[in-house]
């Protein structure tokens, strides 16, 4: 990590971003409205286009992205929501709830666990080149969040194509960076598709100055508060709650299961649930978990094992 602008500068070569990724591991955060937070304000008929760009990580901190997995599910009309602590490296009762479901063979199980399975998300510091919707965000920096589908188009940039030897791209790089055109598409079934978005060609944030980028970067928003213990639930209060809401009763006793028992497990690569950002009304991320839900296009539903699992999922240390 750098802790001055020059150092950053200088050492900003020596780890690609694809060794990055692989030491992002996840976490959650409470879903408040948070102004630190931007969003694609889709139109009329639910699409979105604009240019962000990602930006290096934060002062003091690692990573320019942290992952965070949560679990969001409905039952009887209320929503379950907490983070999930494997975003932490530690156990989750309710991943190890949908993993026996999952376990189970029978389908109506499968179909509960994949409903309750952690979504995948990430967090990143962007400065908004072109917000059409709301041009008073352009050259303002937030937190993004999205998910993986988006975190698969960075990965691909990001290891470039040595067939081709195209190097690779480090998008978030002040000076080697590209901008992202985000598109948010609604398709067909109603879900939000990033699908389109792509990155442009290699370019400088401000043309290099660097005063206005030592500013910028001064001023980012940590991503590690994404993994602060406090926004987690501990082992026994999570399943508290979760046995509560799934039986009505805490735990222990043993659980008639009425068909609406457990979660799903990380091996399922079933789509995901449909996830309205009622309850706590989570930053909807479009492309992620909360928002979109079953698109097959959306690419969310493997989420945990998809492309980052090649990248070893370390803790982050921090
Ligand atoms: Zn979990």
Redesign the pocket.
Known sequence: MSDSFSAMKKNRGTSKLSEKLASISGSNTNSYQDERIWKPTPDKSGNYSGIIRFLPAPRGEDSPFIKV?N?GFQKNGKWFIEN???SLGQD?P??EANSELWNSGIESDKKIASQRK?KTSYYANIIVINDPANPENNGRNFLYRFGTKIMEKIEAVAAGDPTLGEDGIDVQDFWDGANLVLKMRKGDGGYTTYQDSQFQAVSQLFDGDEDQLKALWESLHSLQEYHDPTKFLGYDELKTKFDKFVFGRSSNSAPSRDNDSE?DTKSSGSSQPNFNPHKSAPESTEEAPFKESKSSDSGEGGGDESPLAKFKALTRNS
């Open positions: 997995f679990h999930c602590p494997t989750c309710v991943c952690r979660e």
